[in-house]
């Protein structure tokens, strides 16, 4: 009589072993959102300077980046990567002697998302830029890649 005993101690172990990884998963994605709050002027900062280093689009120059609303936060399906998408407004400028000078859309501003990602408990980005869709619109059209995180309550 041995058995049922022995197999509510596996299910209250597995249990508490999901609701532990459950809480400790809330818990590293708090950390994460408050972590991109207090840090987002260095990122947007380093944002800008790679993104500009990127060479992309070719032939102009990032001149000016605006930014707006709050981050989207997502979780990378293939690796489990926190990643943060934020609204971006870009101004180019044509770099001098490229096929772009002299076109006048070169000065139209284009909307954007930003793209970050959370890797050992600190946010980095490599400049990589979602162009002509808002977070939201970018997370839904890759919603093979990215599944959105709900939005905690306030």
């Given at each position: ?64 980046c605006e ?29 001098a002697g ?37 977070p939201d ?18």
């Amino acid at each position: 009589m041995i058995w049922p005993w022995l197999v509510l101690g596996v299910v209250v172990l597995l249990g508490a072993t999901a609701i532990w990884y459950f809480w400790r998963v809330d818990d590293a994605e708090r950390e994460a959102r408050s972590l991109f709050d207090a840090q987002r002027p260095q990122l947007e900062r380093l944002y800008f300077e790679a993104a500009g280093a990127s060479g992309k689009p070719r032939g102009l120059r990032w001149k000016a980046c605006e930014w707006s609303g709050h981050p989207e936060f997502a979780r990378e399906r293939s690796t489990g990567r926190l990643a943060a998408l934020v609204s971006v407004t870009i101004q180019f400028e044509a770099v001098a002697g490229s096929d772009m000078e002299g076109l006048p859309a070169v000065g139209n501003l284009r909307n954007a998302s930003a793209v970050f990602f959370y890797h050992q408990r600190q946010w980095h980005t490599t400049g990589k830029t979602v162009f002509n869709l808002n977070p939201d619109e970018a997370l839904g059209h890759f919603k093979n890649q990215y599944e959105r995180l709900a939005t905690p309550p306030s």
